[in-house]
């Protein structure tokens, strides 16, 4: 019925649309076709006339209305330092092209109004004139090598080549549907490599190479965390994308740049003002003194909400409008506050585990350094008056399978016993090997008593006085943890160090 | 004087014409022996262009309707659209607790993809170019037909076949393709990606390479016709700026048509036979692909090495039109014919060397973009050129406001204000702010879209007594043409605005983000009009329906004072369009309020002293 009834509608309106037309059809047999032409000539010019006057003003007055919702003019100036150079070039185009659209529209209607025939006009033959030509061909041409001219020296500025020398904070970005990943160098300052191939959906999302170093210390944030970035410093963000193409859209910064799979490319930008610097700009005006959310009047202004916002400007599927990300931009020393409170994605996630290259392979320089640290601590620990424990878990040695041989990575750690035992003249320590129940009991007793004095000998070749050492067997009686369990075996293969004087 | 020039002229052609003996074979009529060869499989370009004409103004309406039903979703996010899903079915996703119609994000962006397929290819290249090239050339250049009137009939065929391909996609069950009019990969390559990459993205694919062999064919065709059957003493310099248009159209498309081609095969190939052009290192739905090597900017390449030409493709024919219709009905000779055509030319070799600024920011080296800067800014200067020509037309003219000049001076008018922002664009640095987003969006809609349309119009109200004896209703084309400059003007305006403030475009919602959500209200006022600007085209639809059988009669061969050989046929329309001899031509199309004769035809032969070109 409904339908019926729509169809009904439409038919009578062309019903009156066809009529509305007859209307010229009759005039013209009334008043004679010359005259209907003339009359219509002179209404058109007219409309022709008021339609100008009514466009132009509406463009300008409408351009001056939102003028503070647009990028560059208001509030919302430029958020990073290249920002402005293009928002200069978009005015100074502006106003050339904003020149000749008013000259060129008020010709064009004026024209129009002006020429139409009348009783008695008639046409000249005007039909060229080189002079005129060469000038209209002349002006235009100045006008855009000029632009050509600024344009380019912009963007040439924009995407400059940086050295190792220059001081820069590298990002990366990677779009993938429908989200960002956001990775941070970390304290090398340069991002490990990637391969699509490597990539796990639970354990290594970005598909980062372990065995490439760099990737040691890269931060990956949290799929909504904010990305914080410090005011006033270079950052480079490396744009990459996983499965289809997405754009990676700072408005606020004027950065855009696609990111293609298996092609990274990268924008180089400078935010000069924090989040906190741009709510303030912000609330200086009228709009955006308003509540954030109309339905809470109480709540916080407009301009407390702001945020920075990432946005992809690729489509890339049926989420490409949901691809949010906040910037926010603080200053270097909270940056380095912040920086300083986020943990490596492999020292988290991946070290010594079933994925970690370097498990029982490799300490890294900051690991040792850190272990020299705590292990000071433990000694100082058990040291002390207040102690509870006399004893010490040599953590990293570790020697080969069913061998009393030790591995490479032990010695960082019996170097630094080395250390302290020679601080302390006094100090007499007895060595105490341990292992699971795999095996036959005797051979463990064995095993574990070989392991002791292992780690005995390699005191004493490193200058520790034999006098202050000694070494026991434990085989398998003293378990720390159940022997039912990898895990469990594996904390009970130890080595520990017990004060046996101070 | 209009009765006595008419006489003069059937008796000039009859005496001084040129007989190629056409009618001495009947060759010609063989093909119209019934209904069916007469109107369907007509080989006649007067058919075949009012063919295309008619299927473009049926792609028109579904574009143009498409592109009501997403403004509909951005301009009231907050209004049920559950009253079209008896239409739409389960692309409209009914919320069962507030019983909130939306439409489903995927059919979103499919309709913005086949919006903006639909109205490139098959309205603006077929509908427009298809429809003037054929009308016009044989007739303007007093040729019998085109060169090849069986390519010409297949040409037209090859473009229905792509249109029935493309319908056919619009009820798929996984949707038509929606990946974007540009279908750039890896997007449009890997079904994974989104569900209109299936079978959609494949039944496009094959929909536009059947249209890029109509294209191609009937190119040729322009070609050889401009080149070689041109009547005697029509000169090159003597054509019209339409022919000039269409010619330098044609060969635009012969040369960038094959490459998008290419492109597309390699997209083929990438489909279905495991090859790697355009993809590397993908991880998409759990998987990494086995793709590497290849490169997504490639694509982009080819694209675009078709697409910006395309831009021009679509433009120059309407330029063209405008010219024409301007001189006619300004009563004067369009001022600087010769700076015209070398402005068409210049337009067309530049259109060849600026694609990359599709591209700045699509990870090409930066470097290279400052070639594509200067040459993109370079194509100012020709259009520039052309507008104050046009402007200078009107200087002096004596012009008659019907509704084929209202519409030819509203082309100026968009191509005016959508030309300058192109001036924003063309430039790479202020290109970072802008690409991609609504600015783009207002940019090619008014300088390609609207202008092209309008130039269209400026056409069909020109030539339609040709095309069909009669007259298109005045007052309605006035509605027509008033409506639609107000409502285009209405909603491509505001979205520069909208693009200033960065929102981008292809955005199915803008609700998540603090800094593209505050534009509701402009957002409305854009789908208000867009609904209106509708509505008015289908006065225009109903005009022209109706004026086919009960227009006011065209009593006279040559209604508009015209100079052009097309209005020295007969009333009738006539298979080798002239009944006897072919008409000698003498001069420039141009001759108008010239020695105080208000026009002069072309086959006039001179007064002893006077020049006949320009």
């Not at chain 1, 986020?342 to 020292?347: A, G, L, P, R």
């Not at chain 2, 998987?287 to 090495?305: E, K, M, N």
Request: proline share 4%; net charge neutral; charged share 15%.
């Amino acid at each position: 019925m409904t339908y019926l009834i729509a169809f009904a509608i439409i038919f009578l309106l062309a019903v009156i649309v066809i009529q509305i037309g007859k209307v010229t059809e009759l005039a013209s047999k009334i008043r004679g076709e010359e005259e209907v032409e003339l009359h219509n000539n002179n209404t058109q010019g007219k409309w022709a006339v008021i339609f100008m006057v009514v466009f132009l003003v509406g463009c300008i007055y409408s351009a001056y209305y939102y003028k503070n919702t647009m990028l560059g003019y208001g509030p919302l100036t430029s958020a990073s330092e290249h920002g402005f150079e293009l928002d200069s070039i978009f005015n100074v185009t502006l106003i050339f092209t904003g020149i000749v659209f008013v000259l060129t529209h008020i010709l064009l209607f004026w024209y129009t109004y002006k020429y139409r025939k009348q009783r008695g006009t008639k046409a000249i033959f005007y039909a060229h004139d080189t002079k005129l030509e060469m000038i209209w061909t002349a002006i235009p041409a100045i006008v855009m090598t000029f632009l050509v001219a600024r344009g380019l020296v912009a963007w040439n500025n924009i995407f400059p080549t940086l050295t190792d020398q220059d001081k820069f904070v590298e990002i990366e970005a990677t779009g993938y549907q429908f989200a960002w990943d956001i990775r941070y160098a970390g304290a090398d300052g340069k991002l490990g490599n990637k391969d699509f191939r490597l990539i796990d959906l639970a354990k290594n999302s970005l598909g980062m190479d372990w065995t490439d170093e760099h990737s040691v210390d890269d931060i990956v944030l949290g799929g909504t965390d904010k990305i914080v970035l410090p005011v006033d410093t270079t950052v480079r963000v490396r744009i990459t994308a996983k499965d289809v193409l997405h754009n990676f859209y700072l408005p606020h910064f004027r950065v855009k740049m696609d990111a293609v799979p298996g092609l990274p490319t990268s924008f180089i930008f400078k935010p000069v003002k924090t989040t906190k610097e741009f709510r303030q700009q912000l609330s200086e005006y009228p709009e955006w003194q308003v509540p954030a959310d109309p339905n809470d009047p109480t709540g916080p202004k407009r301009w407390e909400t702001f945020e920075y916002e990432l946005a992809c400007a690729e489509l890339c599927g049926k989420g490409h409008y949901s691809m949010r990300r906040i910037v926010e931009i603080v200053t270097r020393d909270e940056y380095n506050v912040w920086l300083a409170s986020q943990k490596s994605f492999y020292m988290t996630n991946i070290r010594n585990t079933a994925d970690d290259p370097y498990k029982g392979k490799k300490l890294f320089s900051f690991e040792i350094k850190a272990r020299e640290q705590e292990l000071k601590t433990e000694f100082a620990k058990v040291l002390s008056d207040s102690a509870i424990t006399n004893t010490i878990l040599l953590k990293h040695v570790f020697f080969e399978t069913g061998s009393d041989k030790l591995s490479d990575l032990s010695k960082h750690e019996l170097d630094n016993v080395v250390k302290i035992m020679n601080e302390r003249a006094s100090m007499k320590v007895e060595l105490g090997g341990h292992t699971d129940n795999v095996g036959d009991a005797a051979m463990n007793q064995e095993l574990s008593q070989k392991r002791a004095s292992s780690v005995l000998n390699y005191l004493i070749s490193n200058g520790v006085a034999s006098a202050k050492l000694s070494a026991r067997g434990y085989g398998q009686n003293n378990p720390v943890e159940s022997n039912d369990t990898p895990e469990g075996r594996d904390k009970n293969r130890r080595t520990e160090l017990k004060i046996i004087s101070k | 004087m209009a009765n006595t020039t008419i006489y003069e002229e059937d008796v000039l052609i009859k005496e001084q014409g040129f007989n190629d003996h056409f009618h001495d074979h009947h060759h010609g009529d063989k093909y119209q022996t019934n209904f069916i060869f007469h109107y369907v499989f007509s080989m006649d370009h007067k058919i075949i262009a009012r063919q295309f004409l008619i299927t473009g103004m049926i792609w028109a309406i579904i574009g143009a309707a498409m592109s009501v039903v997403f403004r509909m979703q951005l301009g009231f996010p907050e209004e049920s659209l559950a009253w079209i899903k008896p239409f739409l079915g389960k692309w409209i996703e009914i919320d069962p607790t507030t019983g909130m119609g939306k439409l489903v994000p995927e059919f979103y962006y499919a309709l913005v993809t086949m919006h903006g397929t639909i109205i490139v290819f098959f309205v603006l290249t077929a509908g427009l170019s298809g429809t003037f090239s054929n009308l016009l050339i044989p007739l303007q250049l007093g040729a019998r037909d085109m060169a090849s009137p069986f390519l010409n009939m297949l040409s037209y065929w090859f473009f229905f076949l792509a249109g029935i391909i493309m319908f056919y996609s619009l009820f798929l069950s996984t949707g038509p393709f929606s990946g974007g009019w540009v279908a750039y990969p890896p997007l449009s390559a890997l079904p994974q990606a989104s569900s209109g990459s299936g079978t959609g993205m494949t039944l496009w694919i094959m929909s536009l390479t059947f249209f890029v062999v109509s294209v191609l064919l009937g190119g040729i065709n322009y070609i050889t016709t401009v080149l070689n059957l041109r009547t005697k003493g029509m000169t090159l310099w003597r054509m019209p700026l339409t022919i000039w248009a269409f010619f330098v159209t044609a060969i635009l498309g012969l040369l960038s048509f094959p490459v998008l081609a290419s492109g597309f095969f390699m997209l083929i190939f990438d489909r279905s036979l495991g090859t790697s052009f355009f993809l590397s290192e993908i991880f998409i739905e759990g998987q990494a692909l086995d793709r590497v090597g290849g490169s997504p900017i490639l694509f982009q390449h080819l694209f675009w090495f078709l697409g910006h030409p395309e831009v021009y493709i679509i433009i120059l024919p309407a330029m063209g039109l405008v010219s024409e219709v301007m001189s006619v009905h300004a009563r004067k000779p369009i001022f600087g014919y010769r700076a015209m055509v070398y402005s068409i030319m210049a337009i067309g070799f530049l259109s060849f060397i600026v694609w990359a600024h599709h591209m700045f920011m699509s990870g090409v080296n930066p470097f290279l973009s400052n070639f594509f800067v200067v040459f993109t800014l370079i194509i100012a200067v020709p259009s520039a050129v052309k507008v104050f020509n046009w402007i200078t037309t009107l200087y002096g003219g004596n012009l008659r406001l019907n509704t084929p000049m209202l519409f030819a001076i509203g082309f100026v008018s968009m191509f005016i204000s959508g030309g300058l922002t192109g001036i924003f664009l063309g430039n790479s640095a202020i290109d970072i702010q802008l690409h991609d987003t609504y600015f783009v969006v207002a940019h090619f809609h008014i300088v390609m879209g609207v202008a092209a349309m309008f130039g269209m119009f400026a056409g069909i109200y020109h030539w339609y007594p040709k095309m069909y004896g009669r007259f298109m209703n005045e007052t309605l084309g006035k509605i027509h043409f008033w409506g639609t400059i107000i409502s285009a003007y209405a909603i491509f305006w505001p979205m520069h605005y909208i693009g200033m403030a960065g929102v981008p475009r292809r955005y199915f919602s803008f609700e998540s983000f603090d800094a593209f959500k505050h534009f509701a209200d402009l957002n409305k006022f854009i789908t208000i009009f867009a609904i209106i600007s509708f509505a008015l085209q289908l006065v225009f639809v109903i005009n022209f329906f109706y004026s086919i059988w009960y227009g006011k009669k065209m009593k006279t061969k040559n209604p508009w004072g015209a100079n052009s050989l097309e209005w020295t046929t007969p009333i009738e329309p006539i298979h080798g369009n002239w009944p006897g001899n072919l008409p000698v031509v003498h001069r420039w199309p141009y001759d108008y309020s010239k020695d105080e004769r208000e026009f002069i035809p072309q086959h006039i032969p001179l007064k002893e002293g006077e020049i006949g070109d320009h």
